[in-house]
Structures are given as structure tokens and as C-alpha cells.
Nanobody, 124 residues
Framework: QVQLVESGGGLVQAGGSLRLSCAAS????????MAWFRQPPGKERQFVAA????????YYEDSVKGRFTISRDNAQVTMYLQMNNLKPEDTAVYYCAARPGGGTYYYRQQYDDWGQGTQVTVSS
């Protein structure tokens, strides 16, 4: 089981940027599909972005397209989420997730391993 640790969350004004990181505990991460999910206050956890094992395929939820960029550095066993032009509706706890497999996966139930989450708060 891969252990995941998120960091980089915080408080930012609307229009600002944050970069989230997700560090994995094992080099097996290099063969895993990865994703970011978020859980806004009072709502269910929802998909944000996914990336395949080597980073050449990505997929985004419509509301973050053009603003967020998912990437990974397998040599550093770390995944990233660059978030630009943040909006108050992006406020949520952000989670990274991982699963064995070479594709991209969009459903929460498809992921086996989860981080503890990092809070992102966007003020208007």
C-alpha cells in the first residue's frame, strides 16, 4: 500500500495561485495512476484531475480546465497540482489518490490509496 502525504494548501485571495504536492512513500508510485480529488464543505468528494503513470495523459474536471495543471515527477516520487486563477468555489480539502494501473481513472471508487488531505481556502 502506497502512503501519500499532501502539502501546499493554504489561504489565498481570489485570482491567486497555489501549488499542491503529493509525496509517495514508495518507488512503486512510479507505476501507479494518480489523481486529485476535493471535498468542499458539506459536499461529497469530487474528481479534479487525473494523470497516468508516466505523465503523458491527463484529464480534468470541466470547472478547472485551463486553470489547474496536474503533473508528476517520478524521480522525486511526487505529484503536483498547480492551481491558478483560484475562485471561492475552489475552497475544499484536496486529496491525492493512487492506484495500480497505466491509465487515467476518474471515479473515487477506483482508487485504493489516499492522502490525509490539505485545506485550500479561497477568499473573495
Amino acid at each position: 500500500q502506497v502512503q501519500l502525504v499532501e502539502s501546499g494548501g493554504g489561504l489565498v485571495q481570489a485570482g491567486g495561485s497555489l501549488r499542491l504536492s503529493c509525496a509517495a512513500s514508495e518507488r512503486r508510485f512510479m507505476t501507479y495512476a494518480m489523481a486529485w480529488f476535493r471535498q468542499p464543505p458539506g459536499k461529497e468528494r469530487q474528481f479534479v484531475a487525473a494523470i497516468n503513470w508516466n505523465g503523458d495523459t491527463t484529464y480534468y474536471e470541466d470547472s478547472v480546465k485551463g486553470r489547474f495543471t496536474i503533473s508528476r515527477d517520478n524521480a522525486q516520487v511526487t505529484m503536483y497540482l498547480q492551481m491558478n486563477n483560484l475562485k471561492p468555489e475552489d475552497t475544499a480539502v484536496y486529496y491525492c489518490a493512487a492506484r495500480p494501473g497505466g491509465g487515467t481513472y476518474y471515479y473515487r471508487q477506483q482508487y485504493d490509496d489516499w492522502g490525509q488531505g490539505t485545506q485550500v481556502t479561497v477568499s473573495s
